[in-house]
């Protein structure tokens, strides 16, 4: 497949459409996880369909201090990378184009999700993405737009955007691509020296301790409900073995903490040992939140939640979540 390389947004409302237009929004520095979007999207757009890719570092939302001047810009490998995973055409505007005339004075704005988590320790950055997301949506005119799940607050952000703005096109979450050791996509993780590397694969470790410890826990309180409710049905397991396996695990499920603490327990503690490592893992936040405002779940929630973690390892920060599912729903995502 030829993918098309385009500069402005005239070159790209100037092809003809005749199926749906999936679009990956991307920074560049492409990598297996955006491969994996870009596959997802031609899946959606189908063989009449066309996948666009943008490629568009966006100083909006890099903040003081932050990676702006460093970020990896790798247009030439972005292309060829594209174009094998299934794009029809790579979006990469300048500054000038996305913003003629300068920073916008109108933006979109975060609202109260937008300066939690990622939005506190990052101010203004949301604002600066909803502005450009909106933009290339503008610009771009796609069905269907897709985002990685490792950027679960962003996702959210965009998901409201598009609800309480009314915008005409499709979210569609990715799953988080890793690597084989666990450690996240992502473009930033190149900064990583093998020491630092090694520090990184804490914010992983820590997110599947938290889906393990919650998963045993479930499992305890399956194996719990089985304990006989009468005295003939105990007699009749207990000839066969069962009633002490099952009223083991009702003791230790009754006994061991349980739901939201018991998995930021877990998380917690794989963190805290990451922090006497070499280099050292500086810790952002460890949080388990509701998707639907990234505000802290309760002990008695039921239902979707994400548990999530960000941290510095040297100069590179970095972030990761999984999602997990409280009560009647299961045990985890």
Known sequence: MTTVLLSTAGELHARARDGRRAVVMTMGALHEGHATLIRTAREIA????EVVVTVFVNPLQFGAGEDLDRYPRTLDADLELAGRAGADAVFAPSVDEVYPGGEPQVRVTAGPMGARLEGASRPGHFDGMLTVVA???????????????????????IRRMVRDLNFGVEIVAVPTVREEDGLALSSRNRYLSAPERRTALALSRALFAGRDRHA?????R???????STRARAEALSAIGESRAAADAHAVATAAPGGPAAVRAAARQVL??????DPPLRL?????????????IGDDFTGEAVLA????VGTTRLIDNIPLTFGSLGAAS
């Open 46 to 49: 189908g063989p009449d369909g």
């Open 135 to 157: 933009k290339l949506l503008h610009l771009t005119r796609p069905d269907a737009a897709l985002f990685g799940q490792k950027d679960a607050q962003q996702l959210a952000l």
């Open 216 to 220: 045993a826990q479930e499992a305890l």
């Open 222 to 228: 399956a194996r719990a409900r089985e304990v006989p």
């Open 272 to 277: 805290d040992e990451a922090v006497r490592f």
């Open 284 to 296: 952002d936040y460890l949080a388990l939140v509701d998707p639907a405002d990234f505000t802290e």
């Open 309 to 312: 973690v960000a941290a510095r």
